[in-house]
Structure formats: C-alpha cells, structure tokens
C-alpha cells in the first residue's frame, strides 16, 4: 500500500531579498504518513511546520529533497488531485459570498453545474452553514472562514486532507467542530495531517504524532507507544488539615501547595495513595479530589524541546 | 480551461465589486462632458474637440484601470493569502496568470465599451449623424490596454505595486516615443548607442502603433494591412510577455 505522504530528505532554504543571507527553515526531513490515519504534525511557532506544508501543497519550491502524495511527486500538479488543503487562518474573497466562492472551487475542479450544486448543498450540511451561503465573506466570523476553508478543502472528495493549524483561533465549541469534522473524515476512510500546537487537540484525536523543533524532526510515533500509560503522578486536594499535621507525613509527598483551607499534595507513586488516604482518615480530615496524572503529550514536547533547545 | 475561465470571471467579478473603478469611469465620463464647454469656446475647429477630448479620456483613463488592475490583483492574491487553496488544487501557475490577464481584458473590455457608447451618443446627438471612424480608433485603444495590462502583469508577477505601476506607466511613456528612440540612436553617431537604442526599440513595445486617433478625428482612411499588422505585433507582444510573467512567477515561493 502506497503512503498518503512519503517525504523524502525535504530541505527549505530562504534567502532574504537584499543581502541574501540564508535561512535554513527545513533540514532533511524524512516522514511517511500512513494512509487512513489522523497525523498531528506538531512543533513550536517557526519549527518548519507551514514551511513543509507548503512545500507539501506546491506554494514554495524544495532547495532540496522532494515528497509524494499518494506516490506522486509534489513537483507534479496531479498530485494535488487528491489532495484538500486548508490554510492557517484562512482569508478568502472577501466580496464573494461563500456559494460563489464554493461555486469557484468548483470550477477549478472542472466540474459541471449540476454537480457543484450538489456538492456544495452537502458541504455547507457538513460545515453548518446552510443559511450564511448568500452572505458576503467579509461578514463572515473567524469560526465561519474556518468552515467555509473546510468546505472547499473537502470539494474533491480529497483521500488526504492537509490543514494548517486548523484550531487556531478558534473558541472551544469551534474546537470541537473541526475535531468532529476530522473524525467524521477519519471514518470515511481518508487522511488527516494537520499542523497544531494546541496539543490537547492532537491528544484526543490523533492516531500519529511528529514533532518538529527548529527544522529537524524529533520524535514520529504511534500516540500510545510515545507515551507511557503508567500514572505517573496523583494530586490529592484535602481539607482539615494543618501544616504542622502533615509535616508528619512529609517524606511521601512529592509536593504541597496551600490555598486558604485546602491543600493540594502530590504522590509521585500510584501505592503511597493507599497510605495518605489511611492517614487522612485517621486524623479526620476531608479529601476534595483525586486526580491521576498520566504522561500527556505536554510533557513530552516539552521534553524534547528542551533537548533541542540544548543540541 | 474551465480553471482559466473561472479565474477570469472572478477577476472580473472583483473588478466590478471595487469602487475605485466607477470613479476612474466617472471622471472620464465628467471630462467627455467638459468637452461640450470647450467646443462653445473655441474657434474654428468645431466639435472635433469633442471627439478629440473624448477619445484622449477614454484612452488615458482606460491606461490607469490597467495599470491599477493589472498591479494589484496578482499582488493581492498573494499579499491576502487567497492564492493558497487556489494553487493547492490542480490548478497550474500559467492557468492562473492567463486567468487573471483575461479578467483583466474583460474588464477592461466593458469599461471601454461603456465609455465608448457615451461618446458616441454625445457626438450623435451634437452632430446627428454616428461616427464611422471613432469605432477603429476605440478598438486601438483597446488593443494599446491589452498590451498595457500584459506588461503590468509581467511586473506584479515578481515586484511590488509600486514599482510595477512605476515601471508600467514608464514603459507606456516610452512606449509612445519609440520612434523618436531610434532616430535619436541613428543620429547620435556613437555604435555603442545605436546599438542600445536599437535594442530598446525592439523590447519595449511600439504603443505609437496603437495610435489613430488623429486619423478618427480627421477622418483621414487608415490602410487595412497596417491594422493587421498591428494587431499582430500586439498579439506577439502580449504572448512573449506573459510567457516571460508565467516564468518568472513559476519560480516563486509564496511564503
């Protein structure tokens, strides 16, 4: 089975205009996306991420290397065929209404009245804006060019959708609308690579991760072989107790934190939760909460962003 | 060819949706009027000054909407993002440079036509008869903006806006002294500037070629065989020059 996304030694040099000194964006990347899945490409604001995105979608030109989609080479326009893309903060014409924009898309694609119509009935459903296709864009709110960029990106029922940090910008219930909208691709078959550093996002629905620090790849993996199921700390947020009580107990806490009557303290052993709670009820104090804290991709990133920091 | 075609008519559709546009149009129409005060003032020469006034505010006004049109709208693609989910689907670079150059004629081809019947109908119903010259006058005039926005095109296809327009409206100058180029050359009596003014002559483009409205206004006839010739020379030009702005706007990095 071919890969949705075969990269291949993908290098980015910039030169500025005047003295042309040399910027390197992108060195040597190497990434295969499998397809069928949800790829989050992650990294750091200026880690290279819209730089291969547009490497990827035929915007800027490799200094060297090259990338297929679906075996093609990106230096070839078919490779765009099955392709979506949808930019970072999408700005489309403003004095076109989103059903004429729509019908435009359309059009590149060298489809006929009749199924543009159709199309675009479909995917003004899918994005929810049925009742907005006759406002002018400009109108249009952040979330809205967000769904109207969604739409035209999915126009050719594209087998590999690429998106530029597609919830940036956005508030948590247009949040969950793109995640909805990749999940529902997902299930019908398609590939997913999207840029973020919203890493939550990517948490709950990426099947793969990459992360990509100051041009260089750091890490490519499968979500649960990345990080560690185990528990890897547990907070415990109690009430009535005194400093001087706890004092007592000190050497199993990892930390403690105070907050007018309640106290937050940390086990960084999942069998020391057994003991506190023992003590706790034998001094009748209250326990608020318990929470396991497990590996999340947050500590990973920033793992490995130190690393790169350093090196 | 749907995709140039679609480019087109948006590019035409953003034409007609920007307001500058109508007040350009505006104006030209306000100086066609002001003809109409000159022609009672002046002595002799009657009424040409109508046609005279006319065809030279359909002319320099139609030059400026392609030198406007034809720097902003590559520039604004780029500068606004909106070229991004274009040229992401199988869509070439060449197909959206032509694309844009045909909206650009469309335009400038309505606003000509609109200009054009306004004149028409003035010198009607000034002299009651219509005029069978000024319609091959028109037709030049268009052709000198076809040649004009291509050459537009060619430098919004690498530079800023403001050079663009500066280079463009320099070679439109230019472009009608060519003549006076060459002679200049040949009698200078140095090879060295010979041969560049000779060179100069060649490149820039020969828009004197596009001019009869002296002949419109006289009524002087114009042989057939000049006004095909023209319109190859056009034709060629306005090919090798957007072949040079496809070249140079393939290499491009959009960041």
Redo the contacts between chains.
Sequence with gaps: MTSAIEIKGLSKTFRSEFLQKEKKVLSNLNLSVESGTIFGFLGPNGAGKTTTIKLLTGLIHPTSGTAFIFGKSIREIVSREKMGFLPERPYFYEYLTGLEFLNFCGELFGLSRSSRDKKIDELLELVDLKGSEKMQMRQYSKGMLQRIGLAQALFNDPELVIMDEPMSGLDPVGRKEVRDIILHLKDEGKTVFFSTHILSDAELICDEVAILIGGTLRNQGKLEDFLNPKVKSIEVCLRGVSKEQLSQIKPMLSSMTFHDERILVCLDREERLEKLLAWVAQEKAQVISITPRKETLEDLFLEEYKVGVKA | M??I???AV?TF??AV??KILYSLVFFALVMMLFSLVLDQATVGQRNKIIKDLGLGSINIFGVIIAIVVGINLVYKEIE???I?????????RSQFLIGKYFGILLTLAVETLFMSAFLFLLVFFYEGVFDTHLPLALFMIFIELAVVSAVAIFFSSFSTPFLSGMFTFAIYVIGHLTTYLQEFGANSGSAILKALTTFFYYMLPNLERFNLKAEAVYQIPVESAKIYLSLLYAFLYIVMVLTLSVLSFE?R???
């Design positions: 749907r995709a075609r679609a480019i948006n559709r953003e949706r920007n606004k993002r909106t991004y989910p274009i040229l992401a689907k199988p869509v070439r290499r990095d959009f960041k």
